[in-house]
C-alpha cells in the first residue's frame, strides 16, 4: 500500500512456539540463528498453554515453563516471551497463536513460525491448517535425528515454508527431563538458570521418590 510505498519498513517477529518442558540451548539456537537469517527484529517465545499433542503425558505447570521461558532469553534483548497461549483457556492452537499476535502487534508486523523439522512434517494436520499460510511465513530448521528433504514440503503450499539448516543439537526436553529424574547432569543442555530453577521447583521428580509435584 501507500505506507509501504513510503518507505515504512514492516517490522519482522519471530515466534517460536513450544512447551518449553523445560527450554534449551537447542530452541535458544534455532531461534538465534533463524532471527539472524531473516533479519528479525525480534523472536518471541510462546509457551503452550495446553499442548493437546502432548496429553497422554503430565506436563510441568504453564507458570513454571513461562518462567523458565523468561529466565532463558532475559539477556538476548531481541528475544522476548508472550503469555498468549498460556492466558488462552482450552487447548493450544498454532492458528490462535498467530491470530492473537496479529491483532497484539497490529498490521504493520510480519509473522515468520519457527518450527523444527519434526514439527513442520505434522503442519497440515494442524488445527486450521488452511488459514495458517495466510498469517505467518512458515521457517522449518533441522533437528538432529530428524531427517528433512524438500520432499517432506511437496505437499505444502508454495513458498509457505522455507528450510533453514543450523548448527545441530541433538537436544530434547523430552531427554533432559530423563536426566533430571534419572539424577544425571543437564548442565550445558539448558541454560545455568533452568538447571537452577528445577532444582528450586523440583520439577521432574525421580519416580517414587515421594517428592510431590507442587502446582
Ligand atoms: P519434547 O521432547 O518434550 O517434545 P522438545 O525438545 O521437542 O520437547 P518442544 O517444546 O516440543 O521441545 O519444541 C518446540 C519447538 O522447538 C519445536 O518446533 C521443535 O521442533 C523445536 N526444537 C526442539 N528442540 C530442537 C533442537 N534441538 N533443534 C532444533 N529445533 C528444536
Ligand atoms: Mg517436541
Known sequence: GIARAAGQRRYRLGVMGGTFDPIHHGHLVAASEVA???????????????????????VSPAEDRYLMTVIATASNPRFSVSRVDI?????????????????????????????????????????????????????????????????????????SVTLLEVPALAISSTDCRERVRAHEPIWYLVPDGIVQYIAKRGLYPAPGSGVPHDR
Do not use: C
Not at 537469517?37 to 503430565?58: C, I, N, Y
Not at 505434522?122 to 521457517?139: C, K, M, N, P, R
Open 36 to 58: 539472524a537469517k531473516f533479519a528479525l527484529d525480534e523472536v518471541v517465545f510462546v509457551p503452550t498453554g495446553m499442548p493437546w499433542q502432548k496429553s497422554h503425558r503430565e
Open 87 to 159: 492466558d488462552r483457556p482450552g487447548n493450544t492452537y498454532t492458528v490462535d497463536t498467530l491470530k492473537d499476535l496479529r491483532t497484539e502487534r497490529g498490521p504493520n508486523t510480519d509473522l515468520f513460525f519457527i518450527t523444527g523439522a519434526d514439527a513442520v512434517r505434522q503442519i497440515l494436520t494442524w488445527y486450521g491448517a488452511d488459514e495458517l499460510f495466510d498469517l505467518a511465513h512458515f521457517v522449518g530448521v533441522t533437528r538432529p535425528g530428524v531427517p528433512m528433504t524438500p520432499a517432506d514440503l511437496a505437499h505444502l503450499p508454495e513458498d
